[in-house]
């Protein structure tokens, strides 16, 4: 985390993102790492994991996109 602390349980990490402005937030980057942490909260699971990561990209690289990778287009025979 920016300014070396830690976010060890799902309860400090909602904390800290209750502490973001709306602007934050409301990027990509932040609503899948929400999204994610919900799913953490609710589920467990695998979900845990992915809200680890989904945090940690949110907080390195905020301005990162993430999306689905693009469909391939599919070869045509002849």
Same mark, same amino acid.
């Given at each position: 985390?920016?300014?070396?602390?830690?976010?060890?349980? $799902?309860?400090?990490?909602?904390?800290?993102?209750? *502490?973001? #402005?709306?602007? /934050?937030?409301?990027? %990509?980057?932040?609503?899948?790492? $929400?999204?994610?942490?919900?799913?953490?909260?609710? *589920?467990? #699971?695998?979900? /845990?994991?992915?809200? %680890?990561?989904?945090?940690?990209?949110?907080?390195?690289?905020?301005?990162?996109?993430?999306?689905?990778?693009?469909?391939?287009?599919?070869? %045509?025979?002849?």
């Amino acid at each position: 985390m920016p300014g070396g602390g830690r976010l060890a349980t $799902l309860a400090d990490a909602r904390a800290y993102v209750l *502490e973001l #402005g709306d602007d /934050v937030r409301g990027t %990509r980057t932040w609503e899948i790492a $929400l999204q994610n942490l919900l799913h953490a909260a609710e *589920e467990g #699971g695998p979900w /845990v994991e992915f809200a %680890r990561i989904s945090l940690a990209l949110a907080l390195t690289n905020p301005d990162a996109v993430i999306d689905k990778p693009p469909r391939k287009q599919p070869t %045509r025979r002849r």
